[in-house]
């Protein structure tokens, strides 16, 4: 996997994306940075189980709604190298999905998969729908399950045929970043080393995935309680399966029947991007 230096021209690394569907550029965080991120994403990781099913990881903590419980990763989330490559692929976008992602010692490897997939449209028939930036906060190396990505896969008309020797280990230093289109076949790596593996990964979509009127807002939870389930749902209080309209990591339908679910942990079994 072709690797970068910061600091590195957008352009360039926009470009190596198009052209393996991933690309890694190396020193974005300096360590002090870097220790600053991760004393801040400790406290919740240590409040955050483990996943419930093999693709979650069932050594594998995430934390979600990060952007609600930390100040640490806003600058991560509009980082001056990465927007200008969200701009030239997707042109207009939304942050879809940031999740920490701890994969714990003993994590076996996650199937392979695309993000896009969450979304039936045909590949390719409307450009890029997800980028994807993990943010090393570890080394990444080939025993601690880094992320592992098939580079050219953006190209295949279907993942029918990928094998995981094709794989390639998003190997980097802590402070890198590993950006990956949606359309890349990918998955999380087994760790099979003794201290678990933290990283940061923020999808980003399309802006046009999303409905005409931000009917979640325009309808905020307290007025969205008297509503019948079933229209709640159709505002947007649900989740289209698997688990696209997650929040925190459950379904929106249980935060409207739970007056104190922002106040408490996140129980990570609907939501997932998967990219870890
Ligand atoms: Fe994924």
Redesign the pocket.
């Known amino acids: 996997m072709r690797q970068l230096a910061y600091p590195v021209d957008s352009a360039e690394v926009a470009a190596q994306v198009a052209a393996d569907g991933c690309a890694i550029v190396t020193g974005v965080l300096t360590p002090d940075e870097v220790a600053t991120v991760r004393s801040a994403l400790d406290p919740l990781l240590a409040e955050t189980g483990t996943g419930t099913n093999s693709f979650l990881g069932r050594r594998t903590r995430r934390v979600f709604a990060v952007l609600a419980k930390t100040r640490a990763l806003d600058d991560l989330a509009i980082h001056p190298l990465v927007l200008p490559v969200l701009d030239a692929i997707l042109t207009h976008h939304l942050l879809s999905a940031p999740v920490v992602i701890s994969i714990g010692p003993g994590e076996a490897a ?1 199937a392979l ?3 896009e997939a969450s979304y039936p449209v045909p590949r390719g028939a409307a450009g890029e729908l997800v980028v ?1 930036v993990m943010w090393a906060l570890d080394d990444f190396t080939e025993v601690n399950g880094a992320t592992r990505i098939i580079p050219g896969s953006h190209r295949w008309p279907d993942l029918s045929g990928a094998r995981p020797e094709e794989t390639v280990a998003a190997v980097m230093p802590k402070g890198s970043i590993c950006v990956f289109l949606g359309s890349a076949v ?3 790596g087994a760790n099979r080393s003794a201290a678990p593996r933290l990283g940061v990964v923020m999808e980003y979509g399309a802006a046009w995935l999303r409905p005409q009127e931000n009917l979640t807002l325009a309808v905020p939870p307290p007025v969205a309680r008297q509503l019948p389930e079933q229209l709640q749902r159709e505002i947007g209080y649900g989740v289209y399966p698997p688990f696209l309209g997650y929040v925190d990591g459950r379904d929106p339908i249980e935060l409207l029947a739970d007056t104190d679910a922002a106040a408490s942990g996140p129980a990570p079994e609907q939501g997932d ?4």
């Open positions: 996650q998969h695309r993000d994807n990918h998955g999380g991007t998967g990219d870890r």
